[in-house]
């Protein structure tokens, strides 16, 4: 089945842990991005990538770092989270932007920074 | 600058009633446009689209959206509302020609009540 597979779920830290949002699809996309969604602000790009080793910042890339060693994989990582950053967290992929077909989004990570 | 707006946060009608939520839009070439759907604790699953062609364009779930250029909207409809519609629906927008991300509205709440 074609998919997006973000892990994991749901992820409770502490203020300044490191960690890691996996993302992953099997469509062979070349597009994939990061969003965060939050009430009354909707989608915010955070980073995308046009294909591998290259990634660019979206609109709210401040405390993310990404990177794009292989096609499938795009993950995120927040080197010292912080409150502020708590969030709902969303993988998209296509293969290329502008793809009429649109977007195939991941299930989503609910991020809870204490 | 491409841009959409979604000018209501919250839709309520009751089952049976049709059903509309807004969309307009600013590109600066012709666009393409997108709606998504979000169910509670689920990623953004694709509707519907238009590209070219008809101006009215059907979709997954009874669901339909008319594309008005000379208002530049693309609001979407369903004839006859059911309570499992009750979700969250993005808009989005991309320029076309060029390889542009899409841009997503802020989403409307429906809520469809019995």
């Known amino acids: 089945e074609a998919q997006v597979t973000q892990n994991p779920r749901y992820l409770i830290t502490v203020t300044g842990k490191k960690l890691t949002v996996t993302c992953s699809q099997n469509m062979n996309h070349e597009y994939m991005s990061w969003y965060r969604q939050d009430p009354g602000l909707g989608l915010r790009q955070i980073y995308y990538?046009?294909?591998?080793?290259?990634?660019d910042k979206g609109d709210v890339p401040e405390g993310y770092k990404v990177s794009r060693k292989e096609k499938r994989n795009f993950p995120l990582i927040l080197e010292s989270p912080s409150p502020n950053q708590t969030s709902l967290y969303f993988c998209a992929s296509s293969l290329y932007p502008g793809d009429t077909a649109g977007y195939t989004f991941g299930s989503g990570t609910r991020l809870t920074v204490v | 600058a491409q841009s959409v707006a979604q000018p209501e946060d919250q839709v309520n009608v009751a089952e049976g009633n049709p059903l509309t939520v807004k969309c307009t839009y600013s590109v600066s070439g012709n666009p393409y446009l997108f709606w998504y759907v979000q169910y509670p604790n689920r990623g953004l699953q694709f509707l519907l689209k238009?590209?070219?062609?008809?101006?009215l364009v059907k979709g997954s779930y009874g669901f339909e959206a008319e594309f008005n250029k000379s208002q530049t909207s693309f609001h979407l409809k369903k004839p006859s509302a059911l309570v499992s519609d009750s979700a969250l629906y993005f808009c989005?927008?991309?320029?076309?020609?060029?390889?542009?991300?899409?841009?997503f509205g802020k989403g409307t709440r429906l809520s469809v009540i019995a």
């Open positions: 238009y590209i070219t062609g008809d101006n």
């Open positions: 989005a927008v991309r320029d076309r020609p060029g390889n542009t991300p899409l841009v």
């Open positions: 990538s046009m294909n591998v080793e290259v990634t």
